[in-house]
């Protein structure tokens, strides 16, 4: 995602990687992945893997105004949060 100007092209979607980013002047989080949900971007999520409790810390996650939010997204996203999880187990 290293073309913003074509990913807000293609999909209307802003997106900036915040790492870099003084925390002050962040408008999400230091290490904000985007949610891609069929060929939507929805939103973005702040996880974070912490490796002495093996646990996906999930610190936020902003949805997109136009994202119509259902038990049925936020169970898909929450299993997909889930199996991220258990890939950083098999790492």
């Known amino acids: ?7 807000f092209a293609l999909f209307d979607f802003a997106y900036k990687w915040e ?32 490796r002495k409790t093996k646990k996906l810390q999930v610190r936020n996650i902003w949805y997109e105004p136009r994202t119509r939010k259902s038990l049925q997204l936020e169970n898909k996203v929450k ?9 950083h187990l098999r790492r």
């Open 1 to 7: 995602m290293w073309d913003r100007n074509l990913i």
């Open 19 to 50: 790492i870099y980013t003084p925390q002050e002047k962040r408008k999400y989080g230091y290490y904000v992945l985007p949610i891609l949900f069929g060929e939507q971007f929805i939103g973005r999520v702040e996880a974070v893997f912490d």
């Open 79 to 87: 299993d997909t949060l889930e199996r991220f999880e258990q890939f």
